[in-house]
């Protein structure tokens, strides 16, 4: 069947739907699954499924809707087959800073997101900010520690804004049924909650901010290090070693041989908050190959912390080249 006679059958613009349904999916499967790789193949096969299932779609929901149940069985048939993503930081504890990385596990760890799948252009200030502190990696990897369905029922419901009808007929709940797990959810959820940040960074932090990725890219150990709370942390998921205190994090970054000396540093932004993606020399070849993406948290006074996501396979998803 072609896309025009498709689209005359199920009234759904194949030729459109990508553009307009795709970044809010990758932002759903994201939230549900924690992993952007994970993320993005659940929306290809979510939109593989609903192409081979388009002549029974016949406009009994919107589309949406409909591409949201399916999303919701791929995620969860997902969820099935795979650990529960965490971050080094929450199960395990800080490590020495004389230590070895160890094993990458790339399955284990919860990961960045670009905000362009998060967080849309066109939102009033109020939507941003409920948005804004659901892209969060703490409350995503919070997100991890609810049932699937509990987690589905909640993302649905306070960050998509779908009614309790339509979440209940899109996962084939009742409505008081879904109303249970979305209060379980909640009640889980708030045990362990933080209190929410700011949407847009102060005047102070953003130039904190930008020294101390100046410090980074010149890899001036000692303003780096300057820069930092006492208390900071430094995690590198897929490996579990994280370091807690800013003598620990320095002595990391003094260790010798330190690849991210000579690194190039491109800014992007991920789950909210400034983050720069980090490229190191390939000591065989004459260009600079994608290493990590690195999300620094600052206050009013200090950074707080660093993650650094050694996935090099992340960085396409956030629109960046894997050499330079």
Do not use: K
Not at 113 to 125: G, Y
Not at 212 to 226: G, H, N, S
Not at 267 to 278: E, H, L, Q, Y
Request: glycine share 4%.
């Amino acid at each position: 069947m072609t896309t025009s006679a498709a689209a005359r059958e199920t009234g759904i613009d194949w030729t459109d739907i990508h553009a307009r349904h795709r970044p809010e999916l990758l932002g759903y499967s994201y939230r549900m699954l924690g992993s952007a790789v994970d993320a993005e193949e659940a929306v290809q096969e979510t939109m593989l499924r609903a192409w081979r299932a388009r002549d029974g779609f016949a406009g009994r929901s919107s589309p949406r809707v409909w591409l949201y149940r399916i999303a919701t069985n791929v995620c969860l048939d997902m969820l099935r087959r795979r650990p529960r993503r965490e971050r080094p930081i929450d199960v395990a504890d800080a490590g020495a800073a004389t230590s070895s990385l160890g094993p990458a596990d790339h399955a284990r760890w919860v990961q960045p997101a670009p905000d362009d799948w998060l967080l849309p252009a066109a939102t009033d200030p109020a939507r941003t900010a409920v948005l804004h502190d659901s892209v969060r990696l703490a409350f995503v990897a919070a997100l991890q520690s609810l049932s699937p369905m509990q987690r589905a029922v909640l993302i649905l419901r306070d960050v998509l804004e779908f009614s309790a009808a339509e979440t209940a007929d899109l996962l084939d709940l009742t409505v008081a049924a879904a109303n249970g797990h979305l209060r379980r959810a909640r009640s889980r959820l708030a045990e362990g909650s933080t209190p929410p940040e700011p949407a847009e960074l102060t005047e102070r932090q953003r130039e904190l901010l930008e020294r101390f990725i100046d410090a980074f890219q010149r890899y001036d150990v000692a303003a780096l290090t300057a820069l930092l709370h006492h208390d900071a942390t430094l995690s590198m998921p897929p490996h579990s070693l994280w370091l807690a205190g800013r003598d620990a994090v320095a002595h990391w970054f003094r260790r010798d041989p330190q690849p991210c000396r000579s690194a190039h540093i491109v800014r992007t932004r991920a789950n909210g908050s400034p983050a720069f993606a980090i490229y190191h020399r390939d000591p065989d070849r004459s260009d600079l190959r994608a290493f990590a993406i690195a999300i620094p948290t600052v206050d009013d006074d200090s950074v707080i912390s660093i993650e650094i996501h050694i996935t090099p396979s992340l960085f396409p998803l956030f629109g960046l080249a894997d050499a330079m």
